[in-house]
């Protein structure tokens, strides 16, 4: 089973600023890995699909990138909406499918 | 525009049974696998099951193998997931997830929860 760690737990930021997020896998992934976004009460956002492609609708503030086992998702500039947990989940080897634990962005 | 919508959960003892029903919308069932993930109280996502287009090809979480069984209704537009000798540890929200390209997770349901307590 692929393990994803994510980091850091819990990032606080003010708006305006970049956020970086890391996602470390296991074992290699190659790029199959997703990026959601998950507000209170509500189902995830498919965000980033396959390390660095946008999903439909997404702005283009939000990136991905890398390959193998380290990932990275950037918000180039954070605008209130953004305020939120983010989960990355690989679909490389499966079942199962594995999510990482999450990282709380959360208002400086 | 894509919609799936989750219902049949609810309290029930440890030991019952609940079925859970997934409808979807905006596209046709057929063309996608299709899953079930459940989120615990303050707790991150876990994955449950796997059904394949045609149900031909399933899977289960090991924690859930051998008490949950996943289903599929095309014509109706449907998923299941029937859950039985529920447990405690089994309380969570439980979503719906279509599978593009069939292990991409493009659209999620908004959840149904389920309360396993005496």
């Known amino acids: 089973e692929i393990v994803l760690t994510q980091s850091p737990a819990t990032l606080s930021l003010s708006p305006g600023e970049r956020a970086t997020l890391s996602c470390r896998a296991s074992q290699s992934v190659s790029i199959y890995l997703a990026w959601y976004q998950q507000k209170p009460g509500q189902a995830p956002r498919l965000l980033i699909y396959d390390a660095s492609n946008r999903a439909t609708g997404i702005p283009a503030r939000f990136s991905g990138s890398g390959s193998g086992t380290d990932f990275t998702l950037t918000i180039s500039s954070l605008e209130p909406e953004d305020f939120a947990v983010y989960y990355c989940?690989?679909?490389?080897?499966?079942?199962?499918?594995?999510f990482g634990q999450g990282t709380k962005l959360e208002i400086k | 525009e894509v919609q799936l919508v989750e219902s049949g959960g609810g309290l029930v003892q440890p030991g019952g049974s609940l079925r859970l029903s997934c409808v979807a919308s905006g596209f046709t069932l057929s063309g996608y696998s299709m899953n079930w993930a459940r989120q615990a109280p303050g707790k991150g996502l876990e994955w449950v099951s796997y059904i394949s287009t045609s149900s031909s090809t399933i899977y289960y979480a090991d924690s859930v193998k051998g008490r949950f069984t996943i289903s599929r209704d095309n014509a109706k537009n449907s998923l299941y997931l029937q859950m039985n000798s529920l447990r405690d540890e089994d309380t969570a929200v439980y979503y719906c997830?279509?599978?593009?390209?069939?292990?991409?997770?493009?659209?999620w349901g908004q959840g149904t929860q389920v309360t396993v307590s005496s």
């Open positions: 997830a279509r599978g593009r390209s069939d292990s991409l997770w493009d659209y």
């Open positions: 989940k690989q679909r490389a080897i499966w079942p199962p499918y594995t």
